[in-house]
């Protein structure tokens, strides 16, 4: 059969309908969202001597080319686009003059090593210079890298690392801040604050500052945050008396809102700096020492800092010292109420253990808890402490627990069920009870004990959707239709729960895996 001709209305409508695509992307506007579409690199997939598959991703924009050559509109439209970013790890095969003459476009630059440049670009956004430690690796030299810092004063974002080498540590330079007047995140790792350096640099960006991280920055003492006249006494965050200063105005930062500092040996007064935030929301601290005054941390995070209401803590030190306790910084660091915990540690040692009776003291106001004891699964926990949690924390939202109880999962979830629990608006709940993935006790299992819950098929209104290979021992049987009624029976009543997770094993009650996925944090 002959194909039917189109009639005269059909070839007008598809003249009309090219016609129109044909028009709009004569709109640059229309064009450049087109851009953000088009793919500027290509992807190939190796094997490593693991055996394992990697993905390498090397600057090709084969694609951004064609277009070039349609027309100069498209060009013109086009080109920033391509140039916006610059990553070395993905250019760094690109011609070193192929690079400086379209520098000027770059608003997003990241460096890991890289060549000097030079670099032309004045308008970046966002500036991350990363030093790479490999034996033969190739750095910016620090001069290139202070010229662009300088260069630039409209960045918001910058991640600047010094040197890894102790003795050779870059020294931070207030100048290099002085013209930032937009910047809203500094992450600072690597540097040696020389004579209050650090000081003078947060000073120079104090106007604008929302977000402040340090890491691994050497030679900073609290008393460069106070500058009093020659002969009067400098005052401490917490009041304490910190002997004559050397003049100037003590460091205030009105504007950070998040603040994650370190303390270990050679960062011992950086945790000080919270002090000097009033609006602080967020403090994280990174913990690898414990000779620490918790209770001197808390009062000065609860008198200067009045608004904090999320701490993050990672006690990443092993050495047990007699005394050495959390607890007083959760309790007495928040004037109004923290409503966000996230506490990750090695192992609960035995003057820990009251991590779960210090987060009561904010009872009336927390939404979200994360626990994780990552190197302990036995005796973390006191059954009996989580229990009370559940009952006193109605605004609870999220609760992740990882930590043994001292008795099996399913004697847990047993002695959960004593009491109602308080928190009915409750949406994510993960307990990591057991070192047996998905296990609930040992012992032989009848054929009746078995229960088959997938994507497609549920239990008790719960499904198990597929989960990464590298968690879950592909030889580990599945829960027991017993262990999954006293789990889901626990929870019952509980209506907006939507996520569940029990020794590491996922459940959702939603059949559709991509939605379940969102809950997992």
């Known amino acids: 059969m002959a194909p039917r001709r189109k009639s005269k209305h059909q070839k007008a409508r598809t003249l009309t309908s090219s016609t129109t695509a044909r028009d709009a992307l004569a709109l640059p506007k229309i064009l450049a969202r087109v851009g953000w579409f088009l793919p500027y690199f290509s992807v190939q997939v190796i094997t490593t001597k693991w055996g394992s598959l990697d993905s390498i991703r ?8 064609a277009c070039f050559l349609v027309c100069k509109l498209w060009y013109r439209t086009l080109l920033p686009i391509l140039w916006r970013e610059y990553v070395y790890d993905l250019m760094r095969h690109v011609s070193p003059k192929v690079i400086e003459r379209y520098s000027l476009l770059f608003r997003h630059f990241d460096a890991h090593g890289g060549c000097d440049g030079p670099f032309n670009c004045t308008l970046l956004e966002t500036l991350v210079l990363r030093h790479d430690n490999q034996p033969k690796a190739v ?13 630039n004063p409209g960045i918001e974002l910058l991640k600047w690392e010094g040197s890894e080498a102790s ?16 910047i809203r995140d500094v992450r600072l790792d690597g540097w040696c604050s020389f004579q209050g350096s650090l000081v003078k640099a947060l000073k120079a960006m104090a106007k604008t500052l929302d977000r402040l991280e340090l890491s691994d920055v050497h030679g900073f003492n609290e008393s460069d945050l ?74 000065t995070l609860k008198t200067r800092c009045p608004r904090l209401s999320i701490l993050s803590i990672n006690d990443s030190h092993d050495e047990f010292e007699h005394g050495f306790s959390i607890g007083p910084l959760i309790r007495g660091c928040s004037l109004s109420g923290l409503t966000r915990v996230k506490f990750v540690a090695m192992s609960s040692r035995n003057t820990e253990r009251d991590i ?52 099996s999962t399913l004697a847990t979830l047993k002695y959960l069920k004593r009491l109602p629990w308080g928190c009915q608006g409750l949406e994510q709940l993960e307990f990591d009870f057991d070192s047996d993935i998905g296990g609930f006790g040992s012992g032989r299992r009848s054929q009746n004990d078995t229960i088959n819950i997938s994507s497609t098929t549920s239990f008790m209104g719960w499904y198990r959707h597929p989960q990464d290979s590298s968690i879950l021992d592909e030889e580990e049987e599945p829960p027991s239709k017993l262990s999954l009624r006293e789990l889901f029976g626990m929870v019952q009543g509980l209506e907006r729960l939507r996520f569940v997770a029990l020794n590491l094993i996922s459940y959702s009650r939603s059949s559709d895996p991509k939605l379940a996925a969102s809950w997992i944090t």
């Open 58 to 65: 090397r600057f090709q924009p084969h694609t951004f080319h």
């Open 139 to 151: 750095n910016m030299s620090m001069d290139n890298q202070r010229r662009l810092v300088r260069m």
């Open 356 to 407: 779960l009776r210090s987060l009561l003291a904010h009872s009336g106001t927390l939404e979200h808890i994360f626990v994780d004891y990552y190197c302990e699964l036995v005796g973390a926990f006191d059954a009996a402490d989580i229990l009370q949690l559940l009952v006193e924390c109605r605004r609870l939202k999220t609760c992740s627990l990882s930590g043994g109880t001292g008795m």
């Open 226 to 299: 106070y500058r009093q006249p020659e002969g009067k006494e400098s005052v401490g965050v917490d009041g304490a008396n910190k002997g004559s200063g050397r003049g100037g105005n003590e460091l205030v930062l009105p504007r950070v809102r998040a603040l994650r500092v370190p303390f270990s040996p050679k960062n011992m007064d950086l945790v000080y700096l919270a002090g000097c935030c009033p609006n602080l929301h967020q403090f994280s601290v990174d913990i690898t020492v414990a000779r620490f005054d918790m209770s001197r941390l808390a009062s």
């Open 167 to 182: 003795k050779t540590r870059a020294r931070l330079d207030g100048t290099d801040f002085e013209l930032l007047d937009n």
